[in-house]
């Protein structure tokens, strides 16, 4: 922990010195009936898009910091998205499509990214990242599928996929080097990963209905593969 203080502060460091560098952006495009854009910026070289169509949208972003990036995109109807940046170098895209998606990212520390994208009905993502160099992607298909991402410490890597009805994936990361990948396929099924190690991995898929997996990783370098098919698999993971 005490190499990541000192990455990070030097990274911080270094983005101080180029502050003077850039103004900020904002672009709003609205196409259609009853659309909501806020965007706040403060600091330097922030940049955030919004391109709603359709009816009904609220967008939401609020940058602080120093050259961060939001680009939200909306078609269908009903959707919400709300960004909030307060660290350097953060980059949000959401992509909402069909009809009453909700997307809440809120990313501060430095050069973090997420990538969300909703097809579907009434799904539902929430991340939030902190740290330096971290990742987290979520993609939603079909209808009521929740996504959960606290993502904080150095270079994790997050990837969650849910193509189906009702699914929930829970994932808590922190540390440094850790990744996880979650496929959902089917409906009602639950992942839930935690990991506070380094150089750890993380895989769960589920094919089917009502299956859930559970995955702890405390130590270093650990592996863990969790595969389900069928109707109301449990499987538990715990590593140390």
């Given amino acids: ?8 502060a030097a990274v911080l460091a270094v983005s101080a010195t180029q502050a003077f560098a850039a ?3 904002a672009l709003v495009q609205q196409t259609g009936v009853d659309q909501l854009a806020n965007v706040y910026q403060e600091g330097v070289g922030q940049i955030s898009k919004v391109y709603q169509t359709g009816f009904a949208h609220t967008a939401t972003t609020s940058q602080s910091g120093e050259e961060n990036s939001s680009k939200v995109t909306q078609g269908g109807a009903w959707h919400d998205a709300t960004v909030t940046q307060t660290g350097i ?17 809120e990313q501060a520390g430095y ?24 990742s987290s992607t979520v993609v939603q298909t079909g209808e009521s599928n929740d996504a959960f ?18 699914n929930v994936a829970d994932v808590d990361q922190d540390g440094e080097w850790n990744t996880v990948d979650v496929t959902q396929l089917g409906d009602r099924n639950v992942a839930d990963i935690d990991q ?12 089917g209905v009502q299956n859930m997996a559970t995955v702890l990783q405390t130590g270093f370098g650990d592996f863990a593969t969790v595969s389900q098919i069928g109707t109301a698999n449990t499987a538990t993971v715990t590593q140390h």
Avoid: C, P, Y
């Fill in 1 to 8: 922990m005490l190499k990541f203080n000192a990455l990070f």
């Fill in 23 to 25: 103004g900020s952006d």
């Fill in 196 to 207: 506070t190690s380094a150089f750890s991995h993380a895989n769960v898929m589920q094919d």
């Fill in 89 to 105: 170098k953060g980059k949000v895209k959401i992509t909402q499509n069909d009809w009453n998606n909700d997307t809440t990212v």
């Fill in 149 to 166: 991402v606290d993502q904080i410490g150095m270079k994790g890597d997050i990837d969650i996929s849910q193509d189906g009805n009702r």
């Fill in 111 to 134: 050069a973090n990214t997420a990538d969300v994208t909703q097809d579907g009905w009434n799904n539902d993502a929430e991340l939030n990242q902190d740290g330096a160099f971290n």
